[in-house]
Every structure is written in C-alpha cells, then in structure tokens.
C-alpha cells in the first residue's frame, strides 16, 4: 500500500483548518434543516454552489429533518432506492425529485 505524501508541519495545519471549517459548515447546515429554518430544496440548491456541503451525505441530511430519525431515514431512502453512502451531490434527478416529494410541505 502506498505512504500518504509527506507534508510539511505547515501543509498539515493547513488541511486540519480547512477540515474543521467543512466540518463546522456541515453541522451549521445540519442545525438550520433541524430547526426548519433550511428547507430540502434550499439545501439541494446550495450544494450545486458548495462544494462542502455536497459531501454531506443524504442519510445525514435526513436524519437532521425534523420528525426524520435514524429508521425512517434508512427506510425511505430504501424505499427511493438511493444508496446508503450517496452524497447530496450524487443524487440523481429522479430521486431528487422523489426526495422532494416526500418531503414538501
């Protein structure tokens, strides 16, 4: 198996910054879809713009809606046939569509 590269003591305090603000921005999206204040195709949206929030991954996403637990989650992503690993940018237009469905208000 191959060495990770090798990074200066700099490089590496760099990437640790720049992980802890993804992080950061990945909760902070997470807080507003809980209190309701981000809808789903608001965070759809924002993940064309940002890159960081399209890793976020769709079981987080729904987990993080309200009245959405970590079952209901699993069970309507299998019911829409979306993989349990799939990022919000992976998500096609058909279960994006469903996904929306489900949801609206």
């Not at 590496?12 to 507003?32: I, M, N, S, T, Y």
């Not at 799939?86 to 489900?102: D, T």
């Amino acid at each position: 198996m191959p060495l990770p590269p090798s990074l200066t003591p700099q490089q590496r305090q760099d990437a640790l910054a720049k992980a802890a603000e993804a992080r950061q921005v990945r909760a902070e999206v997470k807080k507003r879809l809980k209190l309701g204040v981000l809808s789903l195709a608001e965070l759809f949206d924002h993940a064309e713009r940002d890159e960081v929030v399209a890793k976020l991954k769709v079981v987080s996403v729904l987990e993080s809606l309200p009245g959405v637990g970590k079952v209901r989650a699993r069970k309507i992503m299998e019911q829409l046939d979306i993989a349990e690993t799939r990022r919000l940018r992976g998500v096609g237009a058909r279960q994006r569509a469903a996904l929306l469905a489900e949801f609206a208000d």
